[in-house]
């Protein structure tokens, strides 16, 4: 598209960025748009809401998505870091006044301004605890303290997090953060220690919030909970999936979305079952694969040990996530209220994933002259 004597930031992209990818992320955005027009007419008309409200809205979301990944793509790694610590601080000063001034909403504060920061938090924590791991693993004097500053960044985020609750967000990012604990080549003994304070907090959350040992029974035994019912949501979202069989019911023929909470956002998954079938969900779960296998190709062959650790815990904050939401939607773990990423309906999580794949963009650019000289890593 460019040529090779040019030598502009934009042709410089274009010849170093993963098409792959790039293509990836576009293609679950035009999907996200395909399931908006599937899944929100229904929800907007049980809301007295124009038909095409939600579409509507997510078109015009996806425009800021879309110029923040881009945007960010052109980042250096230095310019990533330094995105990433301001993002975060705002993001989590955000959490902290949504704690205080938001509106409650299902019994959680995360809202704040129609924004939900937890959300920005995510990407930034990721590039700023690969950070802290890559200084941690340096020989000379900033070792020590790039370990500690990756160990204390954990209970940072998450204790806000905590507090609002949002214990699937806590969930994602202690995921990442002992995934690249792991990564950065640490002993053993803190593996275990840390596997056994991760079973101990979720056991403590189980015993002493009453939101999470609520979901928990009403997930293993629903007549557990004062003896009634209520799950409507999963049942639905199931039943939806499976009514769809093979081949679906056919664009805009679900009934289940009618009925069916949340089928734009958490749902949405559901809803692609019954409209265009198993297959479609298989195909899907395929495409997911494979921008995880590729996004960890990509981090393995990078020379820098920041940019491997940052495009790692990217990748597998993004495969998580849409593990997590479709794992929800058949029925394999307790409700989470997680989207699936570019698909579900979603202000806020639609700008973080277009700045967190922004990150990852940046990250796995070609960058021919990285190995020649190994850099110190500077903010």
């Not at 502009?8 to 960025?17: E, L, S």
């Not at 909403?105 to 301004?113: A, F, H, N």
Request: aromatic share 12%.
């Amino acid at each position: 598209m460019m040529s090779r004597a040019e030598r502009g930031p934009v042709a410089d992209w274009f010849r170093t960025v993963d098409p792959w990818l790039l293509g990836s992320f576009a293609a679950l955005m035009v999907f996200g748009l395909v399931m908006a027009l599937a899944a929100s007419p229904a929800v907007a008309e049980r809301l007295s809401l124009p038909t095409f409200h939600f579409v509507n809205r997510q078109a015009e979301l996806l425009l800021p998505s879309v110029a923040v990944m881009v945007g960010v793509s052109f980042l250096t790694p230095r310019g990533v870091r330094r995105t990433a610590l301001i993002a975060f601080v705002i993001a989590l000063a955000l959490v902290v006044l949504a704690l205080m001034f938001g509106v409650e909403v299902k019994g959680s504060r995360r809202w704040i301004g129609g924004v939900q920061p937890s959300e920005f938090v995510k990407p930034a924590f990721v590039v700023l605890a690969a950070w802290a791991f890559a200084e941690g693993g340096r020989v000379g004097a900033p070792t020590l303290v790039g370990k500690l500053v990756a160990l204390l960044l954990l209970p940072l985020t998450i204790v806000p997090l905590i507090l609002e609750p949002d214990f699937g967000q806590t969930m994602l990012i202690s995921v990442v953060w002992a995934a690249l604990f792991f990564m950065a080549g640490l002993h053993w003994f803190w593996v275990f220690g840390l596997g056994g304070a991760g079973v101990f907090g979720g056991f403590a959350a189980f015993k002493l919030s009453p939101h999470v040992h609520e979901r928990v029974l009403r997930f293993l035994d629903p007549e557990s909970v004062g003896g009634v019912v209520d799950t409507f949501q999963v049942d639905t979202a199931l039943q939806s999936i499976l009514s769809g069989g093979w081949f679906g019911r056919g664009p805009g023929e679900g009934v289940y979305k009618r009925i069916l909470p949340d089928a734009h956002t958490d749902f949405v998954f559901a809803v692609t079952g019954e409209e265009f079938g198993m297959i479609a969900c298989l195909a899907l779960i395929a495409f997911f694969c494979f921008i995880v296998v590729r996004g960890l190709w990509l981090a393995l062959r990078n020379e820098d040990p920041f940019c491997r650790f940052a495009a790692a815990g990217l990748t597998l904050m993004f495969g998580v996530q849409s593990w997590i939401n479709m794992a929800v939607n058949l029925r394999a773990i307790p409700a989470k209220g997680m989207t699936l990423p570019f698909i579900s309906y979603g202000g806020s999580s639609l700008v973080a994933l277009g700045l967190g794949m922004g990150f990852l963009i940046a990250l796995t650019r070609k960058r021919p002259h990285a190995a020649l000289t190994v850099q110190p890593a500077a903010a």
